[in-house]
């Protein structure tokens, strides 16, 4: 996997701006370093997402029989954390 990162340091893109960006950018995967920077993320290929798709399927089962309170997510889904 291939990544293009820019360096946004000298442009003040407040939260709702990147969220607009990766809604009228849907077909694109853009990660936020803590630095600032916009990471440009290639897609997964197949047998990467057959991997995931198997190690999610796997996490999510043995969270339902541990009968854990936990939640599992795609390597997609998107989160806002608090620093």
């Known amino acids: 996997m291939s990544a293009f990162t820019l360096d946004l340091n000298a442009v003040d893109l407040i939260d709702d701006q990147y969220y607009q960006l990766c809604q009228n950018n849907r077909?694109?995967?853009?990660?936020?370093t803590a630095k600032g920077a916009l990471i440009i993320m290639s897609p997964v290929g197949g047998d990467g997402g057959n991997q995931e798709a198997g190690l999610i399927t796997d996490v999510g089962l043995w969270?339902?029989?541990?009968?854990?309170?936990?939640?599992?997510f795609s390597s997609s889904t998107g989160f806002k954390l608090p620093s």
């Open 63 to 72: 969270n339902r029989r541990a009968g854990e309170p936990g939640l599992v």
């Open 27 to 32: 077909e694109v995967r853009f990660e936020r």
